[in-house]
């Protein structure tokens, strides 16, 4: 999300400077009118992403020092000096000579680059409350049970992934180096031979003779893929649309986005924001386009009174089942707690279906290796049999 450098002037006519996230100029001028500030003008800025482990690494122990009553200037001195990681310390440097500047952390953490999009809110709204020990403590929670999510998809995928590789490069060292020496022993009766052994003659022939244009071609719809991933919005979308649309996955990818909106709602909920600016602040949340989109539209109905779960309906991908949950809270006036109760569930939910569809690709991915190797060995048997029936 670009960041831009701004100038407003407030209600009392007093100009304001600093920096801010947004998706467009039009949507800086709607998060600054919702804190009753005018845009006067605004410039974007070039920031560097600061990585996620960073951020947790930063918030772990910052939240334990004030909580031990250690003030923010010595509490980031405390970190610029002990912390192991020196990204970690380079940051609390960074952040403390904004502080000394006569910044706020919220605003020393704005300019010092891009960071999820619920730090900042969520800080600032402490600094304004006064509770910044409760902010930190929840903002700590949040990210560990993140990074737990994020860790168990990476751990569950790692495994398939090397099958898919070694199944790949098992398949291409048959066909380059294996078959063609079986190829030789029967090149002057290769019409006596079965179909199905011409066929894996004819598929090595293709890998020695194609390979590196098979091969160039590949990584040339890769990098088209990945380039209009990155530069097409329409191509996103597209894809974004037919990942939720998919058998199996598109109710998987759906919950796990749920379980990441829910999640921030509840942080945020809990921690006095109101529902309308909570939900705007979530909409960045959203890796999904047409999930964002939705998000958008259900923002916007709530602005014009419409209540919170009516307007997540037509959300795509959004669980019944959450929203059934959400719509309980919200007559109970318990929103935020059924918001974290529901992002958990949905947790516990994704991790186990993940682990199922793993469980079932593993066995699939050894067979299919296990049926290659078996039918380039029957095939090759077969070729020797007919050969000893013809002499």
Known sequence: MPQYRFTAVGRDGKHQEGRESADSRAALE???KARRLILLECKEVAVRKIASSVTVGFIAQLSELI??????????????ENAEDKKVADLAVTLRQGVKRGLSLSQALAEA????????PLLRAGEVSGQMDVILDN?????KRKQKLSRDIV????????????CLASIGALGIYVIPVFRTLFEDRMEVLPATTRGIFWFSDMLLRYGGMITVAVALVVGLLVFLWKRSVPFQVSVDRMALNLPSIGPFLGKLQAANILTVLGVLLSNGVSLAPAMELTIGVARNRIVRSGLERALNDVRRGKRFTASLEPVVGFPRSALQMVSVGEETGNLAQICSRTAYSLQEEVQGRLKVMVSLLEPVMILFMGGTVGFVVVSMLLAVYSM???G
């Open 113 to 120: 680059g891009q960071f999820d999009p619920l730090l900042i």
């Open 67 to 80: 909580a031990n009553g250690v003030v923010l200037d010595r509490s980031l001195q405390i970190i610029a």
């Open 139 to 143: 903002l700590q929670e949040h990210y």
């Open 388 to 390: 000893s029936d013809l």
């Open 30 to 32: 709607q998060k600054l």
């Open 155 to 166: 751990a569950s995928l790692t495994y398939p992934v090397i099958l898919v590789i070694a």
